[in-house]
């Protein structure tokens, strides 16, 4: 292979690599928006919240002896049990109670519990960024070798497979499950939902711990791939993330995904050409292009199971 197909290659392999961190937060906000019918904006602070419980644990572990492999597996759980706590606990005592008010109201609600949440990580971790030894360091697969050596490491590695896997279980859970028709009829019509039977409050309850668990799996890759994480980490995820929804569509699901990679591919293709310096700018100028043309996103406004259809 020469030299432009590597480069190539090692392009596609770092979309994959973006593409797995977005597409859970991307999800996550799509699942909890479809059965709202609101803008919820704490779901970045919620992969912060994991982050921080999947730093704590894995640094713990490190220190009794336990090798990185299992470190990681043991901080992935924290992680997804603590943020699936604290969304367990906000729909019922927060969310839930907010859904008879307005979409303005329900977007207040979840900027206050952000704020909420941020400044109770800051004021555990003294406003410091917290940091963890690197896990799998100097672990690589190398796909190619020569001139232009292509590598995945480890660390990258493991965490894609845990992203790809949480989205396999995710598409099955909806499509299989109880719980999946009991969440498309909600995402339709959550009143009509409620005349045939079914349990809305548990519904959206266990939405949001779906949803904020699938955040954790981001907030979790972030701290073992850079090493550590701050409270103020979950701003700028959550912004991504929701704009990778939006341009996928409200409420879709394969939407989002599909938002999510084209928002990795975005970043990939504008460092690669301009740098890193204003990607964000760019990226963010791009998307919002799109919503101009396309105000309904790239998969509509069509409901998950509307788009399998």
């Known amino acids: 292979m020469n030299q432009q197909s590597a480069y190539?290659?090692?392009l596609f392999l770092n979309i994959i690599q973006i593409a797995s961190f977005y597409v859970p937060l991307a999800v996550a906000f799509s699942l909890?928006?479809?059965?709202?019918?609101?803008?919820?904006?704490?779901?970045?602070?919620?992969?912060?919240?994991?982050?921080f419980a999947a730093v704590y644990i894995c640094f713990g572990r490190m220190l009794q002896g336990d090798d990185d492999w299992q470190a990681a597996s043991l901080s992935l759980a924290a992680a997804l049990l603590c943020a699936g706590a604290a969304g367990k606990v906000s729909a019922k005592y927060v969310f839930?109670?907010?859904?008879?008010?307005?979409?303005?109201?329900?977007?207040?609600?979840?900027?206050?519990?952000?704020?909420?949440?941020?400044?109770?990580?800051?004021l555990s971790s003294e406003s410091r960024d917290i940091w963890i030894p690197p896990l799998f360091q100097g672990q690589a697969l190398s796909l190619l070798t020569g001139d232009f050596p292509v590598k995945i490491t480890a660390n990258n590695a493991f965490a894609t497979l845990i992203a790809v896997a949480s989205i396999l279980g995710l598409v099955a859970l909806l499509r299989f499950t109880q719980f999946g028709r009991n969440w498309q009829a909600c995402s339709q019509n959550i009143d009509l939902a409620k005349l045939c039977g079914v349990r809305t409050e548990n519904v959206i309850a266990q939405t949001f711990i779906l949803g904020t668990g699938l955040s954790a799996v981001s907030g979790w890759m972030a701290?073992?791939?850079?090493?550590?994480?701050?409270?103020?980490?979950?701003?700028?995820?959550?912004f991504k993330a929701m704009f990778a929804a939006v341009a996928g569509g409200f409420g879709n699901v394969k939407g989002a995904i599909a938002g999510a990679i084209s928002l990795s591919a975005l970043e990939v293709i504008w460092s690669a050409s301009f740098g890193t310096t204003y990607r964000d700018v760019g990226v963010f100028a791009v998307i919002v292009l799109v919503l101009l043309f396309r105000p309904e996103g790239l998969g509509g406004l069509s409901s998950f199971r509307e788009s399998e259809t």
Do not use: H
């Open 8 to 10: 190539f290659l090692q």
């Open 223 to 238: 701290a073992i791939t850079y090493g550590g994480t701050n409270f103020s980490v979950g701003i700028m995820l959550g």
């Open 96 to 122: 839930a109670p907010m859904m008879k008010s307005s979409a303005l109201s329900f977007m207040i609600a979840a900027i206050g519990f952000s704020i909420a949440l941020q400044e109770l990580m800051r």
């Open 32 to 51: 909890i928006q479809a059965i709202t019918r609101r803008v919820f904006l704490s779901f970045g602070d919620f992969a912060m919240f994991g982050s």
